[in-house]
């Protein structure tokens, strides 16, 4: 490690693995948490309501205890990224010896097991989230349960190795979710395929099975007791996106995946499947491959002589095969099976909570494990075969060669891996230092303590699936930094499985003036925000934001600029409502109450009448359960009328899954396609109670004769489809509750004074 590291090992707190996407944003969190927090809240991020520890890859098991040491022991600040570092690299250098322990278990020699388990650990996938998700690059964790797994069924009757294993799932899953749910699965399926081995001793081995299940089951049962005591969001979105795009596939898992290995091969062997899955990388080696092609051959051979069962008991340790029966079992759930095959989304709404660990493709991480000390004892018992046959040397060779092979590639492995991180020498400009925040606000006579939070431009949000904006890599460095420096925590969000009502609350403050923002009126104190700009392109709604901002500093990094809560909360809906009211007469005049301040053809579907649980402005709503919905198909509300149109519609973002996009297509007389526009609702900042405004705009020509609208989401529910020019401002008054309620282009203003 000494080696490969170099002087990442010796001068951790020089590093920053990563500056940009996930691997900044677990730095930062774990480092303002360790700064600023304690328990289980964290606050720096999403204010100003923050979130739980569990979440973010905030590693709890690393900061929690940290948090501590820093803030009542032993201070670190200045070398927060140091520890974390170190801490990254000691679980790589232990997972050697936890492969080693299980080589040991099941019979393999010191001089053969030694540079096995450092093979099989530095060519481990894992390696590869040292820089992205750091939380998940502890590859010690799955061969150390499989280890305790080997030992309880040795001695089935010491409870300090069902102990063992129930604690390293427990905290392994305060390192990462993950661990802790394939930690269950593991041990279950183990259990459960050394059953149907041993099925004529079954009633030997229950007792066993009985303390299994009870490791197995007490650390999911203890973490979830912990969540309910601590956690007070019961919003989070209940059906994440990825689950059935982050599998694993069998060129993923098989096939080499890093270069030159990868690429050269591919240029020999052109037909070869694309091994790329990121997800799903789990490469087991070319000799695992080259184990898995004899062990075809060989089924082969056993169908064809009617030995079909041998394959089912091959000569292996008892340990050995039901693990890696067990792990077959699992690499079939990584590659999302039977969830792809015909009829298998009919399982979705039966996983409940297991769909929260939507990247099934981490799942085959196990299979490698398994897999690898597979093929190790595959080619020891090679080797014992040819010794027994007077053949020694051969079989010395043939381990050499073997040993050279599988030691190339974890080395070309390592080095990818390890070559990026030695170039990264970065860490003290996130930890501040020269040019930070502090000394620019101080500057011109502020400091941090004058305002209440950071607003990031551009600006980031993930982490409901209902909404995101995609900030640029810089802004949200930029962001991490300067909430670091000054203590301040960030209006913006990018993390797991956040609450979707905090979400929409947050996002609306950035909405247009017609967009009403309860948030503003609720906050802790009346400081202005911190509004910190980056030299990046900005969209119109950010533009419209510092506008209303007073300038302060600018660098050729950033841009502050002081923000008054009164300036962001002001809006037009009063002012809306007074010019709907005094020139109501005057206004053109539609079905369904509509009102238009031009005599130009304007069009509303309230979907009133349709039958629907949730509704925005008058009973009723479109509702559609999967897939493409037609929520227009007709002709202009004017057909003469040329010119750009705005098609808006609310859409309830309560729905079971994610919230989806909207589509509008032109047509003429002969059904060509004239335009087809396409706007994700994900991006939208309009929003109104628990709604989200989707609009697209199209340019009607002469030749247009028809209009499409079109929306694609899981679950929907769709209200009022407005479509107007759009120089035509439209008011509507709708009833739902004791109320008239008036809306302008669709956006609720305020309710209609009683005469």
């Not at 037909?271 to 070319?286: C, D, K, R, T």
């Not at 739902?736 to 005469?755: E, F, M, T």
Request: aromatic share 12%; net charge positive.
């Amino acid at each position: 490690m000494a080696v490969v590291y170099g002087p990442v090992l010796f001068h951790p707190n020089q590093y920053l693995f990563n500056s940009a996407g996930d691997g900044v944003r677990g730095y930062y969190s774990i480092a303002y948490y360790i700064r600023y927090n304690f328990g289980t809240h964290f606050s720096g991020m999403q204010y100003p309501y923050g979130e739980h520890i569990n979440y973010n890859d905030m590693q709890p098991l690393v900061s929690y205890p940290l948090a501590w040491v820093n803030q009542h022991l032993l201070p670190f600040d200045e070398r927060i990224l140091g520890v974390l570092n170190i801490i990254s690299l000691a679980s790589i250098g232990l997972t050697p010896v936890a492969v080693l322990g299980v080589c040991r278990r099941l019979g393999l020699p010191n001089w053969y097991a030694v540079p096995a388990a450092l093979i099989i650990a530095f060519l481990s996938p894992q390696m590869a989230r040292l820089d992205s998700h750091a939380s998940m690059a502890h590859p010690a964790v799955l061969p150390l349960l499989w280890y305790w797994l080997l030992r309880s069924k040795d001695e089935p009757r010491r409870w300090r190795w069902y102990l063992a294993y129930a604690l390293t799932a427990l905290l392994s899953g305060l390192l990462h979710p993950y661990f802790l749910l394939m930690g269950s699965i593991i041990t279950i399926t183990f259990g459960g395929v050394f059953l149907a081995q041993q099925w004529r001793q079954r009633q030997q081995h229950y007792a066993w099975l009985l303390r299994l299940l009870t490791a197995a089951i007490t650390p999911l049962v203890v973490y979830r007791v912990w969540l309910l005591l601590t956690d007070a969001v019961t919003d989070r979105p209940p059906n994440p996106w990825g689950l059935m795009h982050y599998y694993a596939n069998f060129a993923s898992v098989f096939l080499p995946v890093i270069n030159p290995v990868r690429d050269a091969l591919r240029h020999i062997f052109p037909w070869l499947p694309n091994p790329y899955a990121w997800e799903g990388e789990s490469y087991v080696g070319a000799l695992g491959l080259l184990v898995l092609v004899v062990a075809a051959v060989r089924l082969v051979r056993y169908v064809m002589r009617g030995h079909a069962r041998l394959v089912l008991r091959p000569a292996l340790p008892q340990g050995l095969r039901a693990a890696l029966w067990a792990s077959v079992l699992l690499l079939l759930w990584a590659m999302a099976l039977p969830l792809r095959a015909p009829g298998g989304e009919l399982l979705l709404p039966f996983l409940g909570p297991v769909k929260q660990l939507r990247a099934l493709g981490r799942f085959a991480w196990y299979f490698y494990y398994v897999y690898t000390v597979y093929v190790a004892y595959y080619f020891y018992q090679l080797y014992r075969y040819l010794k027994q046959r007077r053949a020694q040397r051969f079989g010395v060779s043939v381990l050499l060669v073997a040993g050279a092979v599988a030691g190339f590639e974890a080395l070309v492995n390592w080095q990818a891996q390890a070559r990026p991180l030695r170039d990264r020498a970065n860490a003290a400009d996130l930890q501040a230092g020269q040019g930070n925040y502090r000394e620019a606000l101080r500057g011109i006579g502020r400091q941090p303590e004058d305002f209440q939070a950071i607003l990031p431009l551009p600006y980031a949000r993930f982490g409901t699936d209902k909404l995101q904006f995609d900030a640029p890599d810089r802004a949200r460095y930029e962001s991490f930094r300067a909430s670091l420096d000054t203590k301040l925590p960030l209006l913006s969000a990018a993390m797991a499985r956040t609450s979707i009502g905090q979400t929409l609350r947050l996002t609306e403050i950035l909405g247009s003036p017609l967009v009403d923002k309860p948030l503003l009126r609720q906050l802790p104190n009346g400081k202005p925000f911190l509004l910190l700009v980056t030299p990046d392109e900005l969209a119109a709604f950010e533009k419209r934001i510092v506008a209303l901002g007073k300038p302060l500093v600018s660098t050729p990094r950033f841009s502050l600029y002081e923000l008054p809560v009164a300036a962001l909360a002001a809006t037009d809906r009063a002012a809306a409502l007074q010019y709907f009211q005094e020139h109501r007469l005057q206004l053109t005049a539609h079905p369904q109450q509509v009102y238009a301040t031009t005599p130009r053809g304007v069009l509303l579907e309230s979907y009133a009448g349709r039958a629907s649980e949730r509704a925005f402005l008058r009973p009723g709503a479109f509702t559609s359960p999967k897939g493409f919905a037609t929520l227009y198909d007709g002709p202009l509300p004017a057909p003469a009328d040329t010119g750009r149109y705005e098609v808006s519609v609310w859409i309830d973002a309560r729905s079971q899954y994610g919230i989806g996009h909207i589509q509008a297509k032109l047509y003429d007389k002969q059904g060509n396609l004239l335009e087809h526009v396409v706007n994700d609702t994900r991006r939208s900042t309009e929003i109104s109670g628990d709604w989200v405004r989707s609009a697209v705009v199209v340019h009607a020509t002469p030749a247009t004769t028809r209009l499409e609208v079109l929306y694609e989401n899981d679950d929907l529910i769709a209200d009022e489809l407005l479509i107007r020019p759009l120089d035509t401002d439209v008011y509507t008054i709708s009833n739902l509750g004791p109320h008239k309620q008036i809306a302008k282009n669709g956006y609720p203003i305020g309710n209609l004074p009683r005469l």
